[in-house]
Nanobody
Framework: VQLQASGGGLAQAGGSLRLSCAAS????????MGWYRQAPGKVRELVAL???????NYADSVKGRFTISRDNAKHTLYLQMNNLKPDDTAVYYC??????????????WGQGTLVTVSS
């Protein structure tokens, strides 16, 4: 299974970007999916988590600005990022719990996509 993230780039403060993460390979079912980010010199942190059941969870710092969504038919996760701030600058990673069979589930990470926000 591979997760391919895309959509990163350079944006000005107040601007918008949309990230995508497409899963491919031996997929029986995808369960929880989420976005994480890691800024230079900082630990990786959760940005948004979209479980198959339950409420979506956002980091306080992105609430009201970022929206996570998914297209299960396309095995794709999205992150719409609006009103970007310089503090949003980081490498963004997608993460997914993927069942490769009915009985086996593994956790996968995408390769990361860099988001740079200029002031």
């Amino acid at each position: 299974v591979q997760l391919q993230a895309s959509g990163g780039g350079l944006a000005q403060a107040g601007g918008s970007l949309r990230l995508s993460c497409a899963a491919s390979g031996n997929i029986f079912k995808i369960n929880d999916m989420g976005w994480y980010r890691q800024a230079p010199g900082k630990v990786r942190e959760l940005v948004a988590l979209m479980p198959t059941r339950g409420s979506i969870n956002y980091a306080d710092s992105v609430k009201g600005r970022f929206t996570i969504s998914r297209d299960n038919a396309k095995h794709t996760l999205y992150l719409q990022m609006n009103n970007l701030k310089p503090d949003d600058t980081a490498v963004y990673y997608c993460n997914a719990d993927v069942q490769v069979t009915a009985n086996y589930e593994y956790n996968y990470w995408g390769q990361g996509t860099l988001v740079t926000v200029s002031s």
